[in-house]
C-alpha cells in the first residue's frame, strides 16, 4: 500500500458558520467515495497529528500563531475576515491541518514510490506569513515543504496548485526562496485579485479566463510548468489540491472535469518518478460541489495509487 490517506476526526468539528460552502460535508462526501468505490481498503491509514508552534513558525510569524491561539473561542464563533471564522473547535483542526502535511512527509520519505493525499481542512493555501484568510488559518502545504526543506534536508521541491482560486499566501510565503518552485493555475481575474504578475522567478503563475475548459487548460499549462520542473528536478512534489475548477463547482468559473484532474496527476507522477522516486504529497484545497469533489478526489487518488 503505498498511498496514505491522512485525515482526522477533528477537522469535521470546524465551522465557518450555517450555509457556509467550506463545510465538514465535503469530507464525509470524500470518505464515502473512497469506501463505495472500494479503493478505502487499499490505502494506509493515518491520523493527522498536531502541529506545534514550532511547526507553524516554519511559514508563520510567531506573531500570527500566537493571536490564532488567542483568538481561539471557547464558546461561539470569532470571525478572522469576512469568509473565516473559528469556532471551538476550529484551532484543533487547523493543527491537525497543518500536522497532517508534517506526517506526509514524515511518511513518503521513508521508503520510494510512497505517496499521501491529506484530507484535511480548514484549508491553507490563502493563509500568508502573517494573516489568515479565505476559509484558511495556517498554510498547510508551505509548512509541509519547509518541514522537508529545513528538517529533511531536501534541497529542491516543488508545489502544484491547481485550485480555481489564486493561491496568494503560498506565493507571499514561498517567493524568492529557489528551493522552492510554486505552479498555479487559476481563474484571472477573480478571487483574491493576485497572481499576475508573480512575486518572484519562482512563482509559475498561468491565470485563465471563465470558461476556461480542459483542452485550454492543459495546453496552458504544459506550456508554462513542464520544462521548468523538469529543470528543477524537484525531490517531493507538493499538491495543492484544489477541484473547485470543475464544471460543477459553482465557487468557480473554469470548466474542468474529472479527467482533466486524471490528468494532471499523471503529470505529477511522471516527474515525480524522474526526480522524486516517485513520492509526491497532495492536500485538499477547494471543491465545494460535494459530488464532484468527491469523484474528483477519488480519480486523483486511484491514479496516486495505481502508478
Known sequence: MNLAYITHSDCLKHSNGAHHPENAARLEAISDMLIARGLDPWLTHIDAPLASRDDLALAHDPRMIELIFEHAPSAGMVNLDGDTAMNPYTLPAALRAAGSGLAAVDWVLQQAQRRAFCAIRPPGHHASHSRSAGFCIFNNVAIAALHALERHGLERVAIIDFD????????????????ILLCSSFQHPYYPSSGIPPLADNCLPVGLPAGTDGTRWRAAVSEAWFARL??????????????????????????LVDDDY?????????????????????????????????RSVYAHMRKLNDD
Open 230 to 255: 523538469s529543470a528543477h528536478a524537484p525531490q517531493l512534489i507538493f499538491v495543492s489540491a484544489g477541484f473547485d475548477g470543475h464544471r460543477e463547482d459553482e465557487m468557480g468559473q473554469f470548466a
Open 262 to 294: 486524471v490528468w494532471i496527476t499523471q503529470q505529477m507522477i511522471d516527474q515525480a518518478n524522474r526526480s522524486a522516486s516517485g513520492r509526491i504529497v497532495s492536500m485538499l484545497e477547494g471543491g465545494y460541489d460535494t459530488d464532484s469533489l468527491a
Open 164 to 179: 480555481v482560486h489564486h493561491g496568494d499566501g503560498t506565493e507571499a510565503i514561498v517567493a524568492g526562496d529557489k528551493r
